[in-house]
């Protein structure tokens, strides 16, 4: 039966373990319609255009 002929170490274990915990950044887009940075597949939080037209009201609208 095959047994590990060295003791992994603290630091080597904990470096294996650590890469299920990545955090990758947010990705961002710009408005097609204002340009603003838009999460991808999301509505535009200032303008309120989504795949070239409006499905919600935009904040400068609102006031």
Do not use: F, W
Request: net charge positive.
């Amino acid at each position: 039966m095959a047994v590990p002929k060295r003791r992994t170490s603290r630091s080597r274990r904990n470096m294996r373990r650590a890469n299920h915990d990545k955090v990758t950044p947010v990705q961002l887009i710009a408005c097609a319609n204002c340009g603003e940075p838009v999460i991808p597949h999301r509505a535009c939080a200032s303008c309120g255009h989504y795949k070239g037209r409006e499905v919600m009201p935009g904040k400068a609208e609102k006031s």
